[in-house]
């Protein structure tokens, strides 16, 4: 009767709790929020402004009273109170598409691995407080590899290198634990600071955060491309204070992120060279798969090919593969409840 009484009127939810963006997975529904992770707060009144894609259009446009801030910092709470404030706005949103309002949910968080207790009991507890009913963590890489449908659970071993806003993390995954692995504080946000410490000492004009985004999709590559590319950027000129005009190329945002590139393939040779003989005769065959928004720069996976000698996949819909993780470890969660990180992760209702 309990169980049913659960099913009836609570839901499971997946989230992907990441530094640049959070995602929310509702089972039976599929991805209900994927959303900035930004919070918009008024300063003189402690009251939140706006969450999410709302916030995200503040950063960089608010009055003095009113800061736009990023609650998590390397995947981690840097600001308590702002994350519960964005998990439990996620949360009411995605119990608004499935009905269900009676109990509060039973959700799985993806963390980054390697991340202290103390971090960890930060995730579990502003998730009860922003009203889930049962709070449960899944490292990234793992939830990554249940989300691309590795074969986690099996003798065989898998490697995947997940490359987020805030940090990377590789992994070697093998009969439902991490073989061996590394986090790695050099990811999307990193690349960004790049571009803009390039373009400020090289051409001396300021950019934004969004501008650097803006510029790694648009022209950023891992290897030299067939046919370059240029963009027109706009800034502040150091010299003079005022807007100031300028052409930039591939080349000048491979200079700029260059080194935290080749830093990310180090690691993952050092993750190699501590793996298991059988489970690297493992990876050699299978290859390594790429997740998280830095899977999409461009010939990344071809330089960790040449690199690594080894196959490098980039993943379906990399964005997505640890919230669909979370989501399919909820769905099965007899089959997968070894995976979930050890601690008091269930509350009664």
């Known amino acids: 009767m309990l169980d049913w009484f659960k099913k009836k009127f609570s ?18 529904k599929g991805i209900v929020v994927n959303e900035p ?26 009055p003095g009273h009113v800061v736009a801030v990023k609650p998590l910092v390397d995947g981690v709470i840097s600001n308590f109170e702002a994350t519960e404030e ?15 309002k009676l109990l ?23 998730a009860r407080n922003a009203g889930a009913r049962e709070a449960h963590l899944i490292e990234e890489p793992m939830a990554g590899a249940i989300g691309t449908k590795l074969p986690v659970n099996d003798a065989v071993g898998s490697m995947v ?9 590789i992994a070697v995954i093998s009969l439902g634990g991490i073989v061996s692995s590394k986090n790695l504080r050099i990811a999307g946000n990193k690349l960004n600071d790049d571009i803009i410490n390039y373009i400020r000492e090289e051409f001396k004009i300021l950019i934004g ?9 648009a022209i950023g590559s891992a290897t030299e491309l067939d046919e370059p590319l ?34 990310v393939v180090e690691s993952v040779k050092e993750v190699l060279e501590n793996t298991p003989p059988e489970v690297v005769a493992d990876v050699m065959h299978r290859g ?32 997505t593969c640890v919230v669909r993780g979370a989501g399919f470890v909820l769905e099965d969660l007899a089959n997968f409840s070894s995976v979930l990180v050890e601690g008091d992760d269930e509350l009664p209702i």
């Open 11 to 28: 839901d499971d939810m997946g989230i992907d709790l990441g530094t640049a963006n959070t995602l929310v997975y509702v089972k039976g």
């Open 37 to 62: 992770s930004v919070v918009a707060i008024n300063q003189k009144t402690g009251q939140v402004v706006a969450v999410g894609k709302d916030a995200y259009k503040m950063v960089g446009r608010t």
């Open 86 to 100: 964005m998990l439990a706005h996620f949360i009411r949103l995605a119990m608004d598409v499935s009905g269900k």
């Open 104 to 126: 509060g949910p039973r959700v799985v968080v993806g963390i980054p691995s390697g991340i202290t207790n103390v971090e960890k009991r930060a995730v579990r507890d502003a």
């Open 161 to 169: 290198v997940d490359i987020g806003g805030g940090t990377t993390d």
């Open 209 to 217: 955060e969004k501008t650097a985004e803006n510029i790694k999709i």
């Open 230 to 263: 240029e963009m027109k950027i706009r800034g502040r000129d150091l010299v003079t204070g005022l807007p100031r005009e300028i052409n930039i190329t591939d080349a000048d945002i491979r200079e700029a992120t260059g080194p935290s590139l080749a830093a």
């Open 288 to 319: 390594l798969v790429l997740l998280g928004g830095g899977a999409l720069i461009t010939n990344f996976a071809k330089l960790l090919e040449e690199e690594l000698k080894v196959p490098v996949y980039i993943a379906e819909d990399p964005l």
